[in-house]
């Protein structure tokens, strides 16, 4: 998919201006490119970072910082320099363009991570980790896919695949050598075997809905009737002012969202215009309409009741057409005299709350948290996360618990043996050491250009 043999470059700090930005430059020619970047002869002493005046094109001269870090120990495996000058967009961009000069190549999005795991120094749970870690927007999905790029669930995995392995052994001694009975194990000693297999990927695959929430994160819908405080609990979750608060019913007509941080789970909350059954005019019943259709996306419902007024036939409608999705009620308002007693109108999960005083909200945090991942919190760090690997992980387990029932069966090892070597294809597809092109694609395509 990439060329491999000639010498990439690009810039690899965020576009836009700061204190530094660094240009990358990786491949055979690296040394070159940058000692006449450096208008230099020689190339620059290896792993030490060096001072020196940089020429760009147009005579966009620059003092910088240059490292190099000679094949194969580097970040892609090839020689690699790294050229930390002033974080100006121009002058970065005019380094780069004396660097295409020197005979370079811009790199595509990812080609630097694609050449490190072409050239072995990282596999492809570890390169899915080097994008997750650069887009991560909690301190959990950081830490998560900081534990894969250090290679914790490669670790894992190979750990069962060299128990299979074993097994597999075993089971080929046992084809080689059929006049010796069955043979070097006996059927239920492979389908115990197996068992344990199946029962650690189980566990591995135990806390996957977690994790794949706290990688790809997920909407919630604020739902109810206008002027119950829906906007207000917005932004009292987001602790901004990003939604319009007004005591004008029906004025949160378009969709409002905010991400937050809960718990580890990057949430987008959308603020949604008040369903009730009589909108003002078309541009009220557009919003009504969004909100309805916001909610059927939403992985969960706040649905936000006015605790200081008598519920209405708006507030049984939503919580009639929430019932069988997840949700959580907050009976908002509570600084304010009640008008009714959740307990004694069946809502005994409602949270009491109050945007205005922020009684209640972290009560509000903790039920949403538990909405979303069936858990109070999510204090370990979920090894899996990413579903990809998830569904390979399930196929695997499929096939094995095939395998399991063939040998207690007492099924020919042919078969038991075919199972197998399926579990196993699976977890050389996550590790990737012979990634399928279209896999790679789906992969690299998705980085940012620098990395
Ligand atoms: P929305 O139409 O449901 O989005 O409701 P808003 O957030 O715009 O709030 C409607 C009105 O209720 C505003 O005047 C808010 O200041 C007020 N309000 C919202 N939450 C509370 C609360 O917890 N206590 C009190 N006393 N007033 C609130």
Known sequence: MFRVDDTIVAIATPQGRGGIGVVRVSGPGAPQVAAALAGRCEPLEPRRATF??????????????????????????????????HGSPVLLRAIVQAALGHGARLAEPGEFTFRAYLNGRIDLVQAEAVRDLVEAVTPLQARAAFDQLEGT??????????????????????LDFPDEGYHFLEPAGVADGLSAIVARLDGLLAHAAAGRLVREGVSVAIAGRPNTGKSSLFNALARADRSIVTALPGTTRDLVTETIDLDGVPVTLVDTAGVHADPADEVEQEGISRAVATRAVAAAVLIVLDLSRALTADDAATLASTRSIPRVIAANKSDLPHAWDHRLCGLEDAVVVSAATGAGLADLRAML?????GRESLRDVPAVTNVRHVELLTRARGALERARVSAADGTPEEFVLLDISEARACFEEITGPRGADDVLHAIFDRFCIGK
């Open 153 to 174: 669930l490669t670790g894992r995995i190979v750990e069962i695949d060299r128990a299979l392995l074993d097994l597999v052994a075993r089971l080929e001694a046992s």
């Open 52 to 85: 020196a005046r940089v020429l760009g094109a147009h005579e966009a001269a620059d003092q910088a910082i240059l490292t190099w870090f000679p094949a194969p120990r580097s970040y892609t495996g090839d020689h690699v320099v790294e050229i930390s000058a």
């Open 369 to 373: 948290v538990a909405a979303l991942t």
